[in-house]
């Protein structure tokens, strides 16, 4: 896919149903990549615990780094997933506003038949396009925001620092216990 082919779907106006679509593949994919992204912070977290029991200062960097960019990668993801089900919410939303704007122009027709007033009834549509108008800025900002998220930032290096905390306390309640199993051996063969 080249890049003519990515500006021409930003071009053509999509149906809803092939926007649920195509937001339903989306969210799909996403929620797979995040699956991934979870077993591979896992295995860096592991890692990472590894060389720090084996006091590998160097392999617990390069382990906590990669367990940092990952745990970005996987907020992002995870907020894209947030965003593709909000958008989801807003088309079923507009789609029921544009409903309420059919049914309004024909009841501004039997008001005008009947020979009521039909201003208030022009101020509630007036109202309800420009909450759609509303929803699809948002929408707009969504995007416009997801595509500002930087992968790498201070909080890697807090989300190291978190990480390495962590562990040595689990390593420490590891060496307790065996400690305490071992004192327990040498007690039962006395």
Not at 5 to 13: N, V
Not at 62 to 69: I, K, P
Not at 114 to 121: A, P, T, Y
Not at 125 to 139: C, D, F, G, P
Request: hydrophobic share 35%; no cysteine.
């Amino acid at each position: 896919m080249d890049i003519k082919d990515i500006k021409g779907m930003f071009k053509k106006k999509l149906t809803p149903e092939e926007l649920k679509t195509k937001l339903a593949v989306s969210e799909k994919k996403l929620q797979k990549m995040e699956e991934q992204l979870f077993d591979k912070q896992n295995k860096a977290r592991d890692k990472a615990k590894i060389s720090l029991k084996n006091g590998d200062e160097r392999g617990f960097r390069v382990a906590s780094r990669r367990f940092g960019m990952i745990n970005g990668q996987s907020k992002a993801i995870s907020s894209m997933v947030e965003m593709t089900t909000s958008m989801k919410d807003m088309l079923e939303m507009q789609e029921g506003l544009k409903e309420v704007v059919s049914i309004g122009s024909d009841l501004k027709q039997y008001q005008e038949k009947l020979g009521i007033d039909s201003k208030q009834l022009e101020n509630a549509m007036t109202t309800v396009r420009s909450s759609m108008e509303k929803l699809n800025n948002a929408s707009d900002i969504i995007s416009t925001t997801m595509d500002a998220v930087s992968l790498s930032s201070p909080e890697s290096t807090k989300s190291q620092e978190e990480l390495k905390k962590e562990l040595m306390a689990e390593l420490q309640s590891e060496g307790a216990e065996e400690e305490e199993l071992e004192k327990k051996i040498a007690e039962e063969e006395e």
